[in-house]
């Protein structure tokens, strides 16, 4: 019977099919800690590519957000109010 922690566990099994080669490559640069556990090895690689992924579409909007007119616009209006509350109340001395 299993504990009823492991069946809170969501797990999918998948079978791929993995390249000899890319397997052996991936079995002589894997970290120690994962050398012996090729699950951890794939899991490890997959949320490495979900967040590098995550990364370039959050920095792929960014530059479409910063190459648009109305917003560059809008950030030059809120640079210059800035620019001038940045000198407010001081002296000229």
């Known amino acids: 019977m299993r504990s009823q922690k492991t069946s809170q566990i969501k797990t999918v099994r998948r079978s791929v099919a993995i390249p000899r080669q890319l397997i052996e490559e991936i079995h002589r640069v894997a970290p120690p800690e994962l050398e012996g556990n090729f699950n ?3 899991i490890t690689a997959l949320r490495d ?4 992924r995550k990364k370039e579409s959050f920095e792929k909007e960014m530059a479409q957000m910063a190459a648009d007119p109305d917003i560059r616009c809008i950030l030059a209006d809120i640079s210059s ?3 001038r509350a940045e000198y407010d109340g001081l002296s000229d001395d």
Do not use: K
């Open 81 to 83: 109010e800035f620019t």
């Open 40 to 42: 951890r090895l794939v």
């Open 49 to 52: 590519y979900s967040a590098r």
